[in-house]
């Protein structure tokens, strides 16, 4: 699945940028300046594609321990109004991914200048 490589990607690209950061602080006694932007970008984009995949495998948070101990008509019932609730919740994301937009294309990041949309992004992105 393309959405998993790409966390795969990101992961990679987070220790990578991490090893580098703390190589830098202590070794060469020099911090790079942009590494803990690179690393907070990848992290966020990570939780929310990975939350996407969790969804879309049916392996997000559920109250397994409460849903168990129902009858069969009540663990269908909460099945559903846990997916309702879900679903309502990626609603929210994806409207609050797309409200930001103006106030985030406005932001720039300091080390790396980059545009704060780069960061905001993965909040529609990731609740569909």
């Known amino acids: ?71 069969p008509s009540a663990a269908r019932f909460a099945d559903r109004l846990v997916t309702l609730a879900t679903m309502a919740f990626g609603a929210v994301l994806v409207a609050g991914g797309y409200g930001i937009y103006p106030i985030a294309q406005r932001q720039v990041t300091d080390a790396l200048e980059i545009s704060m949309l780069w960061f905001y992004a993965a909040l529609p992105v990731g609740a569909r």
Request: hydrophobic residues 60%; charged residues 20%; aromatic residues 14%.
């Open 1 to 71: 699945m393309l959405i998993e490589r790409v966390c795969l990607a990101l992961m990679l690209a987070l220790v990578g940028d991490v090893f580098l950061g703390v190589f830098s602080r202590y070794i060469l006694q020099a911090t790079f300046q942009w590494y803990d932007e690179v690393a907070r970008l990848c992290f966020i984009w990570i939780v929310f594609l990975g939350a996407a995949v969790a969804v879309k495998r049916g392996m997000h948070f559920r109250m397994r321990l409460v849903v168990d101990r129902l009858g």
